[in-house]
């Protein structure tokens, strides 16, 4: 049971550790720690995905900016709450780590499967520049009668596509995690540089539930 869970949410990270260790969590004594790792895309740019790691995998008390870095996980959400409402929290919950010398040119640096359910009508739109955009929010089973709730943006064909998906139905994707910058207003007079996580979908498909 627990094994074809964690078949439907697959994530591989390869890049630069960019921060150091900032303390989380801890559960049955054992302690959990994020730590940022800077992701190339094929652009010149790049992607910080944050990613949450056990104390038993790696020295937490050390310092390893600048390292290079391979995680294999699953993409985790949660709510915390602020503001008087909940805000969606994602990262990388590490299951293998392995350091490594080099990022060849040809890897895949940042690759995700997930197999979960509709749980929100897609939202369809153009940008000004006429680019089709869907996005979709895709509910992930986790053990212990617990999901994931992850936000998936597909573009073109993909966004068209997506765009007549229903609320329960299966869906299987493929992409990458993306970081992108958004500007929060918090009042009249202040906004605050806030980050999102979604995933960039670059292949998606509707699936029949075969479970009973």
Known sequence: MTDKVI???QVTVMGEIVSG??????????????????????SES?????????????????NYVGSL???????RSYNRHEE????????VFA???SFIDEVEESSKTN?????????????????????EIADLLLAVN???????????????RNARYANNFKVGERCCVWGRIQSREYMKKLDEENVEKRVAFEVSVSKLEIVEDTEP
């Open 95 to 97: 299951r293998e780590v």
């Open 142 to 156: 986790r053990p212990y009668g617990k999901s994931d709730y992850i936000p998936c943006i597909c573009w073109g």
């Open 21 to 42: 260790f900032s303390y989380s969590h801890q559960i049955y004594g054992e302690g959990f720690y994020m730590v940022d790792v800077r992701c190339k895309r094929l």
């Open 69 to 75: 870095i391979c995680v294999n996980g699953q993409f």
């Open 46 to 62: 790049y992607d910080i995905i944050p990613v949450m790691v056990s104390e038993r995998l790696m020295d937490v008390a050390e």
């Open 84 to 91: 008087r409402r909940n805000r969606l929290v994602l990262s």
């Open 7 to 9: 078949e439907n949410n």
């Open 111 to 131: 690759q995700i499967f997930l197999d979960g359910y509709i749980c929100k009508e897609p939202i369809y739109r153009k940008t000004p520049l006429g680019r």
